[in-house]
């Protein structure tokens, strides 16, 4: 419909049969035969938008791939009367002569390209003056989002037999071949017979002028899969999968809302479990919902699932192409598959009867948005399964603290896999205490609880305080783990959670540390690039001859990240492959595939990278799991910080020792005395959580409240602390109808101070009720932005991940 000079996409959400509106315009057209959603989903796409502060609009974008919107362009042309106004030249309108110009040169241009390439402000009213004056005429072209792809097929007309290919063989050899191939298989695109057949284009056609084959034109799907062998659940569970698998699957045959958590430790099993459980679900008639974090992870659970469910699968993530998204998401809305499985977004696939929605490692962050509407993906699938009388199963060894606590007082099913399939032993913990760490000087302390072992180094000091330190990021200890591992054939996994070579660059003369112009951080020495780049806003820069504060050139990089480690692991073991998987290395279209498949075949003996890496991969001959930097995660201000480091390291763990090689993980850290460093110890999740727990009971967090980050940005910070103080008065003004249920903190500068040039200022909400927080949350912020403060955003993220 027509929206001011624009033409946009809307939705429609319901009928009147009157309306005392006046001035209601007309819908232009209807872009859909169906309906894109129905009442239940409309009904879970208004409570996302309550419920995490954002317009309904924002949420139904959400919902199918971007660039399926029409587009709106506007076209302009010169007309007769306009090329005789620039035929006479008149010189007190040059201005108009200079864009009639431009447009008979170019013959038919865009409102944009005029704009742009005569640095037009506001070319509206410009373009309005001379359409009235008949200088121009203006056409309207409505283009549609992505299109279906279309690929041309060949096959053999009905009657042609063995004696018409016998006479070609004579007189057209390669016309034969094509008819013989044809007849053997029938229907086949014309790509694959020239992958078979070499050229053949010219030979199809004279076959179809000839009447032989018929050619024609057909919608083809953009498939993002490699072809899968078929196959088969082949595994008989143990007790304890056996008894969670019964558990839910009569759940599912229920048809009612049922959550559950499948608490189980790494390699206990949990992925066996969801295939038996998605199998009963498929074969009930029911559709389901497959979450995971990471991209890397929809492989080998998309191998598995193609081969059990043949073109019965669609996947969803960022990493498809715009024309592959749409076909899957066409796939899914037109009932062609039983399961989705992807990313976060996955939430949102309009797949039909809906019986089962399993959330894989549901404690990770990437299931949270963390721009426009900030949504977790984990907690709309449970409303999603609530709404829909669907059965949910959020998996994790190392669950989320609020989810763990739901469990424990009853609000979700807790089912536990406590062993290792096969009866596995855990991988062997060990930690370097790598406070006092010096080159070669290394010695063994006393054991740590059940057998564990504990790594400790003496304090080796000369030249004055000064402690000598080593020139790797690899302990003694782990090279000695390695180097035996190696020799056996075996294979290793080294995490660090910091790609780049270094963590900055630091001038030694006046201690200048280079910082990026656009977010309040070092950046980040990547060494292959030479060049300093941040991780915030991906501003890259040349790294610079000289200091430029001081014009020195004594400057030294400082920290280790992937690319630093992978560099240290080729100079310590000469001979070993190595691959190496974070960001930098995962840019290219399944890249990561690439990489696990190397390490899953073999070719690959160590895998160095960020916590891509320890999440739900299995490879049976990984027997270490080197953690260089433990504490990097700890260091974070934040209320989350000690749980994101125990599950990070107990997923990194859990990687280890997976096959029939024993595991063996050490864990390089300069605290190792927190709680977290002896839980992961012993693989002790409770013993983690009752710490944890206690923390957060006292400090009123995250599962004792309900938290609302209200964050302030703009290009102005003395607008921008303005604008939050104008936000506290409010917030203080409407604070006493709620009695003491809600607490307000701040407002103060973020952590992150400034991020991608935008000053940023914050305050936390916390609550105790949802419905209060939540009506609370809305009058305020309704009431700020009725100040319209010019250049200032307020941003509400509600149940933040991070508070940084």
């Not at 032993?425 to 564990?452: I, K, T």
């Not at 260091?635 to 749980?643: G, K, L, Q, W």
């Not at 850290?669 to 999740?685: G, I, K």
Request: glycine share 8%.
């Amino acid at each position: 419909m027509s929206f001011g000079k624009r033409v946009v996409t809307g939705y429609i959400l319901g009928f009147k049969e009157e309306s005392n509106l006046q001035g209601v315009k007309d819908i232009l057209d209807v872009l859909d035969e169906e309906p894109l959603f129905d009442e239940k989903r409309l009904r879970f796409y208004r409570w996302a938008a309550s419920y995490y502060c954002s317009p309904l609009g924002e949420v139904l974008k959400l919902i199918h791939p971007a660039g399926l919107n029409i587009k709106d362009q506007r076209y302009i042309s010169i007309t007769d009367v306009g090329m005789e106004f620039l035929q006479k030249g008149m010189e007190d309108r040059v201005r108009v002569s200079d864009i009639l110009k431009f447009i008979s040169e170019k013959k038919v241009v865009s409102f944009k390209t005029l704009a742009k390439s005569l640095n037009i402000k506001n070319p509206y009213n410009m373009i309005a003056q001379l359409k009235e004056q008949n200088l121009i005429t203006e056409a309207r072209q409505i283009k549609g989002g992505i299109k279906e792809k279309k690929g041309v097929f060949v096959s053999v007309r009905q009657g042609i037999g063995d004696d018409i290919t016998a006479r070609l063989k004579k007189s057209a050899p390669l016309q034969a071949k094509v008819v013989s191939f044809l007849s053997d298989k029938g229907e086949v695109p014309l790509s694959l017979l020239r992958k078979e057949l070499g050229n053949v284009d010219s030979s199809v056609r004279r076959l179809g002028e000839k009447g032989i084959v018929s050619i024609w034109e057909k919608e083809v799907d953009r498939n993002p899969f490699e072809p899968a062998d078929k196959r088969e659940i082949s595994f008989e569970p143990n007790k304890e999968q056996s008894d969670a698998i019964s558990l839910i699957t009569a759940a599912v045959r229920k048809g009612k809302f049922s959550p559950f958590l499948l608490h189980g430790v790494t390699g206990s099993g949990k992925t066996f479990v969801y295939l038996n459980v998605i199998k009963e679900a498929v074969n009930g008639g029911k559709r389901v919902i497959i979450l995971v974090p990471e991209i890397s992870l929809t492989y080998g659970l998309i191998r598995y699932l193609t081969g059990i469910f043949p073109s019965k699968v669609a996947v969803v993530h960022s990493g498809l192409s715009e024309g592959e998204r749409y076909d899957q998401w066409k796939k899914i809305r037109d009932g062609k598959v039983d399961i989705v499985i992807g990313a976060r977004s996955a939430v949102f696939s309009p797949l039909k009867d809906i019986g089962l929605i399993v959330v894989d490692e549901e404690h990770d962050a990437s299931y949270k948005q963390e721009d426009g509407v900030r949504y977790n993906a984990r907690d709309l699938s449970v409303m999603l399964a609530k709404m829909l009388d669907a059965v949910v199963v959020l998996g994790s060894a190392t669950p989320s603290v609020e989810t763990f606590y739901n469990a424990q007082h009853g609000k979700i099913t807790l089912i536990s896999l406590e062993k290792r399939v096969e009866g596995r032993p855990m991988p062997y913990v060990e930690l370097v205490d790598m406070r006092n760490l010096s080159s070669g000087h290394e010695s063994r302390g006393h054991p740590a609880q059940r057998g564990h072992g504990s790594w400790r180094v003496p304090s080796v000091r000369g030249h004055g305080e000064r402690v000598k330190t080593q020139d790797s990021s690899i302990s003694e200890r782990l090279k000695s783990v390695l180097s035996d591992a190696f020799d056996k054939k075996e294979q290793a996994i080294l995490f660090l959670n910091r790609r780049g070579f270094s963590n900055f660059i630091i001038c030694r003369d006046c201690g200048h540390i280079f910082k990026c112009i656009n977010c309040s951080v070092s950046m980040t020495f990547h060494k292959r690039e030479n060049a300093m780049r941040c991780h915030y806003c991906d501003l890259s820069v040349p790294v610079p001859n000289l200091c430029p504060k001081c014009n020195g050139y004594n400057m030294k990089d400082i920290g280790v990240g992937t690319e630093r480690l992978e560099e240290d692991v080729r100079r310590i073991f000469v001979k070993i492959r190595i691959a190496r998987m974070d960001r930098d290395t995962t840019q290219k279209k399944r890249a990561h595939e690439s990489i696990l498949n190397a390490v899953e075949s073999g070719m690959a003996d160590v895998l160095v990278g960020t916590q891509m890496v320890t999440k739900g991969h299995d490879f049976p001959n990984v027997s270490v799991m080197g953690i260089i930097s433990a504490d990097t995660s700890m260091n974070i201000p934040d209320f989350r910080s000690s749980e994101r480091t125990f599950q990070l390291i107990t997923q990194a763990a859990g990687r280890a020792g997976r096959g029939d090689v024993k595991g063996r993980v050490i864990v390089q850290t300069f605290n190792p005395e927190h709680y977290c460093f002896r839980s992961v110890l012993n693989h002790d999740y409770i013993s983690f959580f009752n710490e944890e727990i206690k923390i957060r009971k006292e400090a009123f967090y995250p599962p004792f409240c309900r938290l609302v980050n209200m964050r302030i940005e703009g290009n102005s910070e003395k607008k921008v602390v303005h604008a939050a103080s104008v936000l506290r008065k409010i917030a203080d003004k409407h604070l006493k109808p709620f009695k003491g249920d809600i607490i307000l903190l701040g407002p103060v500068s973020a952590f992150l101070s400034v991020l991608r040039g935008k000053h940023r200022w914050h305050m936390l909400v916390k609550g105790s009720n949802v419905k209060s927080l939540h009506g609370f949350i809305k009058t305020i912020s309704d009431e700020f932005r009725q100040n319209k403060i010019t250049g200032i955003e307020l941003i509400v993220d509600v149940d933040p991940q991070t508070t940084v």
